[in-house]
């Protein structure tokens, strides 16, 4: 929803893409990002994840990865 509200708000189609991307893959196999600024903010968006769960000292284990965070 949000790339469609990015482009409905004026920004460049590639802006609303890169959005609608970020979250590819969404499992094992599945597509990566068309694009070099989907790819980017796709992987920005999970080391800031992973970054987020070792600081407060959630290391993911195969018992305790609600997030999946071993795939990230």
Do not use: C
């Amino acid at each position: 929803m949000g790339g469609y509200y990015a482009v409905k708000a004026g920004d460049p189609a590639a802006v609303g893409v890169a959005i609608r991307e970020h979250y590819l893959p969404t499992q094992a196999g599945t597509a990566i990002p068309s694009t070099i600024e989907g790819q980017i903010v796709a992987l920005a968006d999970k080391l800031d994840t992973l970054t987020g769960i070792f600081a407060i000292g959630q290391k993911p284990t195969a018992s305790k990865d609600p997030y999946a965070l071993r795939r990230a």
